[in-house]
Nanobody, 114 residues
Framework: QVQLVESGGGLVQPGGSLRLSCAAS?????????MGWYRQAPGKEREWVAH???????NYADSVKGRFTISRDNAKNTLYLQMNSLRPEDTAVYYC???????WGQGTQVTVSS
């Protein structure tokens, strides 16, 4: 049974950094063609943040480009999202995804506030 569990969310001040983790179980993340992150702020549509695709590499939404970095650690079977220079508008629930298969984690809350 495939399971994705996000962690690392919390409260951070503007300009700060946070590293989100997505721990996978039941399947090696190496076997997923795509893995990525979405986020959803209150009252807003779910927004694509970043993804990494096997043999292609990472890509980022314009809103986070240059600030966020997506990476995979196959040995730890974990996907990461390193978030730097955080802004209040980054506040959202962040979701880990993997495919094919349409797997989603339950989300982790990130709040950027002073």
């Amino acid at each position: 049974q495939v399971q994705l569990v996000e962690s690392g969310g919390g409260l951070v001040q503007p300009g700060g950094s946070l590293r989100l983790s997505c721990a996978a179980s039941g399947r090696s993340i190496f076997s997923f063609k795509t893995m990525g992150w979405y986020r959803q702020a209150p009252g807003k549509e779910r927004e694509w943040v970043a993804h990494t695709i096997t043999n292609i590499g990472p890509n980022y939404a314009d809103s986070v480009k240059g600030r966020f970095t997506i990476s995979r650690d196959n040995a730890k079977n974990t996907l990461y999202l390193q978030m730097n220079s955080l802004r209040p508008e980054d506040t959202a629930v962040y979701y880990c995804t993997a495919g094919p298969g349409g797997y989603w984690g339950q989300g982790t809350q990130v709040t950027v506030s002073s």
